[in-house]
Structure formats: structure tokens, C-alpha cells
């Protein structure tokens, strides 16, 4: 007998002796030859044993799920169900093998079915059959469900002519019924039409690629009294809203753009979300292909509708520049300041850091950490330099202003510009000035030294002694 309380499944068995089937579009009939997708075999499973579970996480909202499962095949054809697979399977991309009898044991057909365990659709699958329902105040109803909605349950009797009751669904306690009506699994399975030449146990590798997988690297970052060193640790993010929980799996991450054939996106409704930070964890790096993979030495539990941290580097002290830029074209009003370093074994790191947002705390003359600013880096190879953009100067102001335009001829003209730059702080200041030229530029008058960097950017530096103001004043001469 089964028991709905509240309208809400109180048993969880489904008998394994049961055959699932689904019609119209959600059934996925596929081949195995058409399943198999090229990158699969960019990860042998050869290293996994029985029962062991590895997945592989990339940023672009997918993983790849390796199994390694015991199963027993009979011989001739029959079906196999293959269970507890993520409910955002991609079903077109599994990949099966028997490690037992690789050559004798195939998939003629595939199935993925995914009409789960629900009241409202044990009440649809039990519509013209006898129901028994238990109200609040202790009456039950037996009949045969005619109907339901939102608001009432319409039972009627055996003979055609007998009465009709209708029940209101705020009065229902429990409702009851025979079994579970056919058709209904409590977890996503892959159906598998197997065809064996032998019967008996195989080992089975099986790989799909999953959405609702994501990762992300954070930082955090102490910068000393005197802004020199920063102290740096790297954590990565995993979130998981694929369907399925991985226990004790071999965690690996790709860093690395990789390309996909856009399909349009499907709805789904996600639960919230529980974080959960990890015990401090190394993880191995090495490149992969022409990205960068990370794999966590220990196996790791990840729960569905989770966001597990793991750590991906201790704590290291690295060395610094704090940097003044003034882009008055871009940001008029703003002195911005940024952290920079190159990333390199002489500063202090010298590994591959994947894209990820970068929190600054600062000590104070107490040894208390303040937060400063944050900002997003995006993937960095070792040797490149890493810029951190913390906020604006709150005591150095700029000011910038084109004085003069004179047109020489229809194609050339001349433009003079004045900035001025103010430092209300105790020390003295370096600034870059960061000026925009668009055409064909040449400067024919400069109060400061200047550097070309591109075609349309040039840099000027000045030294700002504590309490005073610097005026720079160039004057271009622009062919278009």
C-alpha cells in the first residue's frame, strides 16, 4: 500500500524488478555510436577502480562523470538500468565499455528517463483508479479518482450512475493507494538495451558530460603596512546543481576556455544553495591539452546543490608595487590604484592562476585586517604580470582639460592639453598618466617625459612631492 501524506510521497522504495518506460519527449533513443563524443577519450578511466567516481569540472557550466560499476548482464538481449546518473545529463555524450568483454557486450538502444516520484503525478497516473483518502477531521473516502486540481479531488463510485464526492485538498490528511503506479522512477536512469554474447558479471566504465558544474578561483590578499608584500592564498569554488551527489570522487578542474556548440538553453527551477568550506586541500596542477588542469590529491564529496571550497595554494608572500594611474579621458574624477606583481618563482608564486575574483585586505598599526577592494583577474600563465584594481585615491586629485585646438588644415590639427594633479597625502607620489591619441599623432610639446605604448596610448610619469601640485601640459599634433 502506498501512502501519501499531505500530498507528499512518504515511501521511497521502487522495486528493482520494475520496468520503467516514458513516451513523447522524454524519451531519447540514441546509439551507442552516435554517443560517443571525441573528448571522452581524452580521459581514460583505466585509472579508476570499482565503485570509484571522478569528475572533471570546467567554467563553462559542465563536468565529465567517470564511473566504474560492477553488473551483471545476462546473455542475449536484454535491459539494463544504469542509475543515479546526474539529472542534467547530457544523454548524447555517454560513453560505455565493459572492461570484462570489451567486444561482446553493446548498447543496441538508450533510454534516459526522467519522470520522477510525485504526488501530482502519482494523483495523474492514478486518475480512473480507486483511491483512499483520510481528511483532517477524521472521515476517509474511498472511490475512484475522477479528477483533481489545485483546489478539490473528485471521487466517484463503481457503477457509472452511483454518487460523485468532491473533497477539498485543504482538508486532506493522507491519501493511500494500491502501489506505485508504473512508469515513475525516484532518480534519473539510463534504460540500456545491452546485447552480451556471454552471461555474467562485467565491470563497466561509463562517462557522460553533465551541466549545472561550475568552478571558480578566489584570492585573498593581505597587503603590509607599507603596501611591499602581499601575503596570498588561492581557494577554489565548486558549485554543483547537476542532480546528483559525487561521493569520494577523484576531483579534477580545467582552467581554460574550451569550445562548445551552443544549443538554446533549457529552463530549470534550482534549490537553494548550502556552502560548505572544505578542509585545506593542495591540488596538483600540470597542463592539459592547451588549458591547465588542477587535481585535488584526496578524494572529495560533492553534494548536490552545494558549493564546496577546496584550497588551492597555502598562504605566500609575494612582492608588490602599489600604483597611481590617472586616465582623465576614461575617469576624470578618479586616481586609481592598483596592485601589481609579476607572476614569477623570484616574486614569490610563479604557478598558473585561474581566472577568479581577488579580495585585499590591508593590516593596520593595531595588526587588525581592513578590506580595501577587490577585483576579478582573469586566467594567468606563469611569467605574466598581475594588475589588481583596489579603488581610488581618496588625498591625490586630478583634473584635465583640452585648452587649445587649432586646425591647421582640413586633415591635421594641433590640440594642447593641461592636467593637473594634487597630492593632499604626507609622502610623496609617483602617478602614471595615461593619455588617448586616436589618428596620426605626434607630440611637439611636452612639461614631462612621456613613453609611446601603442598607436593610440601614451604614458607620462610624475613625481608628486607630499602637499604640492603637478601641471602637465602637452601639446599634439593629430593627422586624420
Not at 596542477?285 to 571550497?309: G, W
Request: aromatic fraction near 8%.
Amino acid at each position: 500500500m502506498l501512502r501519501l501524506t499531505t500530498l507528499r510521497l512518504t515511501t521511497k522504495h521502487v522495486t528493482s524488478n520494475h520496468r520503467f518506460s516514458v513516451g513523447g519527449e522524454a524519451m531519447r533513443l540514441i546509439t551507442c555510436a552516435t554517443a560517443l563524443a571525441t573528448f571522452c577519450f581524452l580521459f581514460c578511466l583505466s585509472s579508476l577502480v570499482m565503485g570509484e567516481v571522478a569528475v572533471t569540472v570546467y567554467n563553462e557550466n559542465i563536468a565529465l562523470v567517470k564511473e566504474l560499476r560492477k553488473m551483471n548482464f545476462p546473455r542475449g538481449e536484454s535491459q539494463v538500468e544504469f542509475r543515479e546518473v546526474a539529472a542534467r545529463i547530457d544523454p548524447t555524450s555517454v560513453h560505455f565499455v565493459s572492461r570484462t568483454n570489451p567486444k561482446s557486450v553493446i548498447i543496441l538502444e538508450q533510454n534516459y528517463e526522467y519522470d520522477l516520484v510525485s504526488a501530482a503525478k502519482i494523483l495523474k497516473k492514478y486518475v480512473d483508479n480507486r483511491v483512499t483518502i483520510f481528511t483532517k477531521d477524521e472521515k476517509v473516502f474511498e472511490g475512484t479518482l475522477l479528477s483533481f486540481d489545485d483546489q478539490n479531488l473528485v471521487l466517484g463510485s463503481e457503477g457509472k450512475q452511483g454518487p460523485v464526492t468532491v473533497v477539498s485538498r485543504e482538508n486532506v490528511r493522507d491519501m493511500s493507494f494500491p502501489a506505485l503506479p508504473g512508469g515513475l522512477i525516484t532518480k534519473p536512469t539510463l534504460v540500456w538495451k545491452i546485447l552480451s554474447e556471454s552471461a555474467g558479471e562485467n565491470e563497466a566504465e561509463v562517462s557522460y558530460l553533465t551541466e549545472g558544474m561550475n568552478w571558480h578561483a578566489e584570492y585573498v590578499a593581505v597587503s603590509d603596512l607599507k603596501d611591499e608584500n602581499l601575503r596570498l592564498a588561492g581557494w577554489v569554488s565548486v558549485e554543483n546543481t547537476s542532480g546528483a551527489s559525487y561521493k569520494d570522487a577523484k576531483l579534477k578542474l580545467v582552467a581554460g576556455a574550451i569550445h562548445r556548440v551552443r544549443e538554446v538553453p533549457k529552463m530549470r527551477a534550482t534549490d537553494g544553495m548550502e556552502i560548505m568550506a572544505a578542509a585545506p586541500s593542495m591540488v596538483a596542477e600540470r597542463p592539459f591539452f592547451e588549458y591547465h588542469l588542477y587535481s585535488v590529491e584526496r578524494p572529495t564529496t560533492v553534494k548536490d546543490n552545494e558549493i564546496k571550497q577546496i584550497s588551492l595554494f597555502p598562504e605566500t608572500k609575494i612582492g608588490v608595487k602599489k600604483v597611481f594611474t590617472y586616465d582623465g579621458a576614461r575617469y576624470p574624477d578618479a586616481v586609481r590604484i592598483t596592485l601589481e606583481f609579476v607572476n614569477t618563482e623570484t616574486a614569490g608564486l610563479g604557478i598558473p592562476l585561474p581566472k577568479g575574483k581577488v579580495r585585499v585586505y590591508k593590516e593596520d598599526i593595531d595588526r587588525a585586517l581592513e578590506f580595501v577592494g577587490e577585483d576579478a583577474i582573469d586566467h594567468t600563465p606563469k611569467g605574466e604580470k598581475v594588475r589588481i584594481y583596489v579603488g581610488n585615491a581618496f588625498d591625490i586629485v586630478g583634473e584635465r582639460a583640452t585648452e587649445n585646438v587649432r586646425q591647421i588644415t582640413r586633415t591635421l590639427r594641433e590640440e594642447t592639453t593641461r592636467i593637473k594633479l594634487r597630492n593632499h597625502k604626507e609622502e610623496a607620489v609617483e602617478i602614471t598618466i595615461v593619455e588617448h591619441i586616436w589618428g596620426q599623432w605626434t607630440i611637439i610639446a611636452n612639461s614631462l617625459p612621456f613613453v609611446k605604448k601603442d598607436a593610440n596610448t601614451v604614458e607620462f610619469t610624475a613625481k608628486i612631492p607630499a602637499g604640492q601640485e603637478v601641471v602637465l601640459t602637452y601639446t599634439s599634433r593629430i593627422g586624420y
